[in-house]
């Protein structure tokens, strides 16, 4: 069992950035793909980041790629998601998820559909508004 823990949401201008960070209870953060998920009222829970167990690779999703970037600090425990050049439309809560991926096959298979992980952390908000 592993417990995730968002921090770092807040209330931003457009333009502005903010970096949200992820705690994980686990001491073995690298055998563990991390996702980052977002959600509104109007839409369903999106996959936007995962960075991978093992060796860390990094994937977007098109409307945060170039300006989001995940990164993993092992001795922390903690998955960042620093978001730069913030738009009114990447309004919303966000919530950091994981899967655990200690074969090599599973290490290769990397999703941002949320019926894949396991773990969840309970969301921050982010606000973009001017």
């Known amino acids: 069992q592993v417990q995730l823990a968002e921090s770092g949401g807040g209330y931003v201008q457009p333009g502005n950035s903010l970096r949200l960070s992820c705690e994980a209870s686990t001491t073995s953060l690298e055998d563990y793909h991390i996702a980052w998920f977002r959600q509104t009222p109007e839409k369903e829970r999106e996959g936007i980041s995962c960075?991978?167990?093992?060796?860390?690779?990094?994937y977007y999703d098109d409307s945060v790629k170039g300006r989001f970037t995940s990164s993993r600090d092992n001795a922390k425990n903690t998955v960042y998601l620093e978001m730069n050049s913030l738009k009114p439309e990447d309004t919303a809560v966000y919530f950091c998820?994981?899967?655990?991926?200690?074969?090599?096959?599973?290490?290769?298979?990397?999703?941002?559909?949320?019926?894949?992980?396991?773990?969840w952390g309970q969301g921050t908000q982010v606000t973009v508004s001017s």
């Open positions: 998820a994981a899967k655990r991926a200690t074969s090599v096959l599973e290490k290769l298979v990397v999703s941002l559909s949320p019926s894949d992980y396991e773990y």
């Open positions: 960075i991978t167990a093992g060796n860390g690779v990094t």
